[in-house]
């Protein structure tokens, strides 16, 4: 057995651990769930047990319809976080480099960090009509001032003397900004990103329950009104795990790996 083997095997091991310690509650909810409903023989129109909810859930798979929904949503929430970082990072630094501009824009920036993003789903529909237009510009503001705000802040703990030498060595703007800026300001925009995601992931569904005719909001606005409770818990499990797995698996460790990359941390 070799030594690259053994040497694995911790790291295999941990992972599993992590894995175990990930899944148990989940698991333990499950099962509490399915003692309760049977001990108190819960009516299922109020909530229904857990092999109700998995013959719905495979209902929706077989037809072709939860990927239909899953689909929407995945691409109005995209669309949405990638115009309000491309918009938000270059005004966050504009503002961390230049104080007039702070000056100026600090205020409103942190008055409307502060509204949720279903606040703006009234005048969004008022301006776009129901469907795309309306529930990317919900997602887009959910997502727009928490990472400019985090820009900023990332541009503001970049010490001067770093970019006082940098300017002294000929950097470029370009280059000041490619090479100074950005890589001190990482660790927060991608800070900025997980938590504008989880306020847009929030925003996306309450606005689908609005304004749209697919998504996995209005799936559950749809299993209301004909009063399929074993969908709606469905639905609702459904967002909980794509989320889950979209900040275990993709932004959890953007946000690491970004910190190890520029020596906040070491890496274990």
């Known amino acids: 057995m070799s ?12 992972r599993l651990r992590e ?15 399915q003692l309760i409903v049977s001990l108190f023989d819960v009516n299922p129109r109020i909530f229904p047990d857990v092999p109700t909810v998995l013959r719905a859930g495979w209902g929706t798979i077989a037809d072709g319809s939860l990927l239909a929904h899953v689909g929407a949503s995945m691409l109005r929430v995209s669309v949405g976080t990638v115009l309000a970082i491309l918009t938000a990072v270059p005004l966050g630094i504009a503002m961390g480099v230049s104080k007039a501009v702070s000056d100026f824009l600090t205020p409103p920036l942190r008055f409307f960090s502060v ?22 510009f919900v997602i887009f503001n959910a997502v727009f001032f928490v990472v400019a705000y985090n820009t900023l802040l990332g541009v503001s703990t970049i010490p001067m003397p770093l970019r006082h030498a940098a300017a002294s060595l000929g950097a470029s703007p370009w280059q000041m900004l490619t090479q100074v800026l950005l890589p001190g300001a990482l ?16 925003g996306l569904i309450a606005a689908e ?5 697919v998504g996995l909001g209005y799936m559950l606005f749809l299993a209301r009104d004909f009063y399929r409770t074993e ?6 499990i459904v967002i909980g795990l794509i989320w889950l ?21 070491q890496r274990s």
């Open 3 to 14: 030594g690259e083997t053994v040497a694995l095997r911790p790291v295999r091991f941990g």
């Open 19 to 33: 894995a175990v310690r990930f899944v148990a509650p989940l698991v333990f909810l499950v099962v509490l769930w």
């Open 115 to 136: 509204l949720a993003g279903i606040a703006w789903i009234p005048i969004a529909t008022l301006w776009f009509g129901y469907g795309f237009g309306a529930i990317t």
């Open 187 to 202: 660790p927060n925009i991608v800070t900025g990103i997980r938590t504008g995601m989880g306020f847009a992931w929030r």
């Open 209 to 213: 329950m609005i304004a749209t005719n």
């Open 231 to 236: 969908v709606i818990v469905f639905a609702m």
């Open 245 to 265: 797995v979209l900040d275990r698996l993709l932004l959890a460790p953007l946000e690491r790996a970004t910190i190890e990359r520029w020596g906040l941390v």
